[in-house]
Each structure stands twice: as structure tokens, then as C-alpha cells.
């Protein structure tokens, strides 16, 4: 179990042969497994399987005993865990710069870390800086597929579609709205916002695997005015490529929904505000959720919008316990995310543990089954991308990460006691982090360790050490 696999050359597959198969333990979901610890025919598990890809796609996954025939070149990751990439769908890419920032609680965490380090990105060249640094993170923490913040500058978008495209990876978007409330430098106004949004739009919205997400940072920080904006924005999309995705945050701390209810006092909940502005729809993401009510769940459930269940940043901001069996019971949609920079960890598997500990202080438990499909089918079932990412169904594109099931003796340990699947999964899922990551798949290319990698060091140009107060 813990042979350590050949490490493979740098593949070049479209280059050479179009044809690549990985062998190792294959994991995937086929469908959702529900809450049991019983989840035999939602998953496809192959020990020392065969993932086939070809021109980037996958082709089929194959038991141990039908290798592929000689005209697929081989890697060999036996022993290690191949899985899709997972799909975060709430981050912030500026926010990497204050991860892990002391004391404070949403509202003065943003006055106090988080809008300093986003007016920075008003620069291009640190916007450019910031999206590569961020999306070779991401990488590198196993995570392939995201729905991103950028801060309120069109450059910072920009950046970041730039950068994704180049990696070939699926990101979706969109500058941050943001027309009060907040420092004069993060403002913009309704009418250069909307267009800032409809020139990234018709330039990135549908190109290759880049998709728009009106981007409203939150119902404190727009007017009026600018949440109607983005509802018109997403109307006028709604036929363009599937339509554009909408992002914000709703009912995350409960000083903030005080704020909100005298901000908006003729609405009869912060959930509200959006719906009556159009925000509310399938591709309609919102983080947080944790101080909503029957009302808002049963209007989540009516109109497809979906929560983002962000449970590190819920933890290190003290911001409150989100209630995932209530919102099942309700029929709304809940995919895990990391929320950095509240967030302490860009790695889904940090977020799914965190996640467990949420939900064991209110006696429920999140199975590794539903935690893990959470984080890759089901997110891209969320989005509407399961044709694409999240699974090794035959034509999807093959973001792949190969994971070492124990890093150092506890973990291996750990898994040498485990008696079942899911007794492996759940610690793996428990204990492993980024460090556990061996290799990452983007369209069948392996990107290499030392790009994934290159967040780690100092890009040059970079910003520099800050000065150190006493
Ligand atoms: N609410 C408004 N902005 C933010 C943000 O950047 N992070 C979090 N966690 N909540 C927010
Ligand atoms: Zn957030």
C-alpha cells in the first residue's frame, strides 16, 4: 500500500502520443451518495486501476486486471490515490496576502486586513503577480477548478482569466461590485462598474474554460442601484453561454445581518435583498448561510441557488455554525469552499475536515462519501459543469490529482489500522493536506512540480517584506 510509486517523467501527451494511462487507486462518484457510511454503488473505486486519457478527455477507467494495450503510454502511481481535481467555489484570490490575519471578526477583519490588501491590486503588474501566485496555489493544493473573487479592479479580473487560460484550467470570475460602504479606493459607481463587467464579459464569459461571475461583494457594500445593475447584468447574459454565475456573501456574521436589515429595512431578510434584485438563480453562489432562516432555506431550495459552506473561515472569524442538515431537509444545494483569505487553507481536504468538527457540534456527521463527492461531483453538478469536471465519466476533461494516502508515520499509520474504504478515506480525508499531493492533470497535461510549486517562492517584483511593528 505505501510502495512508493515511479515517479513518471514530464508528460507531454498531446505531443508525443495522445493517449496516457494512469494506474494507481482510481476513486471517483457516479452518483450522490447520500449521508451513510454505506456508499458502495455511488462510487467507482480501483485498486491499481487505469484511468485513460486521450487528446486531454478521459476515455474509460479500467479494473487492474484490463490494462490498456501497448498503444498507451504508462504512468505508474500505484500506491497513491487518483482522484479528479477538486472544485472550490468560493475564494478569494487577493486574500492569500492576510491568510491567517489575528483578532477580529468579519466586519473589522475586512477594515482592518482585507481591504488594504485588495487596494494594492489596483496595480496591474500586482494583480498580474497576485493571479499567478494564487492560481499556482491553488494548484498545488490539489484544488483544479474554482470560482474565484478578484477585488473590485477590472485589472484583477483581467489577471486572472489571463492566467487561467494559459493554465488551461476552469475559472470562473468577475470583478468585485462595490459602490459603498469601503475605503475611496476600493469604490466604484454604477455605471463604470457595469462597464467594466459587460467588456470582461464579452471578452472572457464562454472563452474556453473561463465563464463571468457577477461579482457583488456583499449587500452592504452595493447600493441599490448597483444590485439592480448586476440583476440586469445577468438577465441580459442569461442565453450566453449557459449565462453568467453570480457570487456573493449572505448572512455570514449576525452584526452584518444587523447592518444589512437597517441598510435595507424594507426587506424581510438578507437573503431577500438579493431575490429582489434577480441575484437568485441556479448558477447563483452564496457563501456563508449561517443565520438564515425556514423562509430563506425554502427560497434557496424554490429558485437553485446554492450555498457555499465555508467552514475554516466560519471557525477563524467566529462567525457561527452553519447547519447543513437543515439546509438538505430543505432541498438547497451546499458544496464546501475555502474562503481563503477567512479561510486558513486553500487544500479542500482542510476544508472538509474543518467541516466535520462544524457539524459534529451540532451531532451531525459528514461521511468522507458525501464529503468528497461534495467537493467534486457535486460541485460541479452545482455549477453546471459535471459534463466537464469532477468525475472520470468518458469525455470529460481530465483535471487529475494523484495523492500520496500518508504523509509521515501517524498518517501511514493510520491507514495501515483502517479496515475499510471508508475508514481509509476518512482519516486520509482528516489528516492529509497539500503535502500529501503528488501530482496535478490538467487536460491530461502534468503540470509540473515546479510550476505548481512556484507560489511558494518569491515571484520576482513581488511587494517585499511589510514593515514589522513592535
Ligand atoms: N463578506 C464581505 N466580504 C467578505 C470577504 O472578503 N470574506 C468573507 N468571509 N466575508 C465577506
Ligand atoms: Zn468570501
Not at 431577500?272 to 434557496?300: F, K, M, Q
Not at 489500522?417 to 475508514?423: F, K, P, V, Y
Amino acid at each position: 500500500m505505501s510502495s512508493p510509486a515511479a515517479t513518471p517523467r514530464p508528460n507531454q501527451p498531446h505531443a508525443s502520443n495522445p493517449r496516457l494511462a494512469l494506474c494507481g487507486d482510481i476513486l471517483h462518484f457516479l452518483r450522490d451518495p447520500g449521508w451513510s457510511e454505506d456508499a458502495a454503488d455511488a462510487v467507482q473505486f480501483e485498486p491499481d486501476g487505469w484511468l485513460l486519457i486521450e487528446h486531454g478527455r478521459v476515455h474509460a477507467v479500467h479494473p487492474a486486471d484490463d490494462p490498456p494495450d501497448a498503444s498507451w503510454a504508462r504512468q505508474d502511481w500505484r500506491g497513491r490515490l487518483i482522484m479528479p481535481g477538486f472544485i472550490d467555489p468560493h475564494v478569494h484570490a487577493p486574500q492569500l496576502d492576510v491568510i491567517a490575519s489575528f483578532g477580529a471578526a468579519l466586519l473589522d477583519w475586512l477594515e482592518r486586513y482585507t481591504f488594504p490588501a485588495e487596494a494594492r491590486y489596483a496595480d496591474p503588474e500586482q494583480s498580474r503577480l497576485g493571479a499567478e501566485r494564487f492560481l499556482h496555489a491553488l494548484l498545488a493544493h490539489g484544488t483544479t477548478s474554482a470560482l474565484v473573487y478578484a477585488t473590485v479592479h477590472k485589472t484583477s479580473a483581467e489577471a486572472l482569466f489571463e492566467v487561467g487560460q494559459r493554465l488551461g484550467m476552469r475559472l470562473i470570475t468577475g470583478k468585485v461590485l462595490m459602490d459603498r460602504n469601503c475605503p475611496d479606493d476600493l469604490r466604484d459607481d454604477v455605471e463604470q462598474a457595469e462597464r467594466d463587467c459587460v467588456d470582461l464579459i464579452e471578452r472572457w464569459h464562454g472563452v474556453d474554460r473561463l465563464a463571468y461571475a457577477v461579482t457583488p461583494r456583499f449587500a452592504a457594500t452595493s447600493s441599490p442601484a448597483q444590485l439592480a445593475m448586476a440583476g440586469r447584468l445577468l438577465d441580459a447574459y442569461r442565453d450566453r453561454d449557459g449565462g453568467l454565475y453570480m457570487q456573493t456573501h449572505v448572512a455570514e456574521n449576525r452584526d452584518e445581518v444587523r447592518w444589512v436589515a437597517e441598510l435595507f429595512p424594507e426587506s424581510r431578510s438578507y437573503l431577500d435583498v438579493y431575490a429582489a434584485h434577480g441575484l437568485l438563480g441556479a448558477r447563483s453562489v452564496l457563501a456563508h448561510g449561517i443565520w438564515l432562516d425556514d423562509a430563506d432555506r425554502a427560497l434557496l431550495a424554490q429558485t437553485g441557488a446554492q450555498i457555499a459552506f465555508c467552514p475554516s473561515s466560519n471557525l477563524f472569524l467566529g462567525s457561527g455554525l452553519f447547519d447543513w442538515g437543515r439546509a438538505r431537509a430543505a432541498g438547497v444545494r451546499v458544496t464546501p469552499a475555502s474562503d481563503v483569505g477567512g479561510g486558513t487553507s486553500l487544500c479542500a481536504l482542510r476544508t472538509l475536515a474543518d467541516g466535520y468538527k462544524v457539524l459534529a457540534l451540532q451531532g451531525q456527521r459528514l461521511p468522507a462519501w458525501q464529503a468528497l463527492y461534495a467537493v467534486t461531483l457535486g460541485a460541479a453538478q452545482a455549477l453546471g459543469l459535471a459534463h466537464e469536471i469532477g468525475h472520470f465519466a468518458a469525455g470529460t476533461l481530465a483535471d487529475v490529482v494523484v495523492w500520496r494516502w500518508a504523509d509521515g508515520p501517524v498518517q501511514q499509520r493510520r491507514q495501515d489500522m483502517a479496515r475499510s474504504l471508508h475508514e481509509r478515506l476518512f482519516a486520509w480525508m482528516s489528516l492529509a493536506d497539500e503535502r500529501n499531493v503528488a501530482a496535478v492533470y490538467l487536460r491530461g497535461c502534468r503540470i509540473s512540480a515546479a510550476v505548481a510549486h512556484r507560489h511558494a517562492g518569491a515571484a520576482p517584483g513581488h511587494l517585499g517584506p511589510q514593515p514589522i511593528a513592535p
